[in-house]
C-alpha cells in the first residue's frame, strides 16, 4: 500500500502513542489538519488493518502490519536525528547500530529527548535476546555514547523476557509501559512490535 503525505502524517500520530485512542476529532487538532480531511485519509488505513475504529475513537493496531508500523516509526526518527541539534545523537545512533553484536535488538530514544525541544538527559532502551548479554551490552553504549560526547545519555538494557514481563503488567508503572505512549525507535521496530503483541495479551 502506498500512503499519503496525509495518511503518513496520521499514522506517524498513532505510532508515537502505541496504547491510547483518540478521536478523528482530537487527532485532526494535535496535527493541525481538518477533520474532514483526517477522516478521508483514515478510511483506507482501516481497511487495511493498520487502525481499529471503535465507535467514537480510534487506535493503532500494533497486532499486526509491523512492516507498515516499522516505515512510520522510521519516518518519525528520521525527523528527529535530522534536526541539527540532535548531530551528536544522530551519530551515536548510526555507531550503536553498526557496533553493537547482537543479531535481533532493538535501540530505543524514550521520555524528554521525545518530548521537548532542550532535555536535559537522553534515555536509551536497548532490547536485547539474552540476559547474560546485558552488562557488556551496557558497556558498549556506554562507550559508544563517550565517542561522541554524549554525556547525558542513560542506557538502559533488557532482555527479551523481562520486556514480554512489563508490557503484560499493563497497569504497573515501569519503562515499557512508560515509553509505548513516548517514544522514538531507531532500529528494529519490527521486533519491538512482535514482543508489544506477545506481550500485551
Known sequence: MLFTKTQTKLMTFFVSRITQRFSLREAARELGMHQALAYRASQPLIKAGLLLAGKKDYSLNYKENHQELAFFEHVRSKELLEKPENQALAMFAEDAIERLPYGCFS?????????????RDIDILLVIERTSDMEPAE???HNISRNHQLN?????????ESVLEMVG??????VMNLLLDQHLILYGAELF??????GRK
Open 193 to 198: 512490535y512482535k514482543l508489544v503483541k506477545r
Open 139 to 141: 558497556r558498549a553504549l
Open 169 to 174: 503488567s499493563r497497569d504497573e508503572a515501569n
Open 107 to 119: 535501540l530505543i530514544v524514550f521520555g524528554s529527548v521525545v518530548t521537548s525541544r532542550k532535555p
Open 152 to 160: 547525558n545519555i542513560h542506557a538502559i538494557v533488557v532482555p527479551f
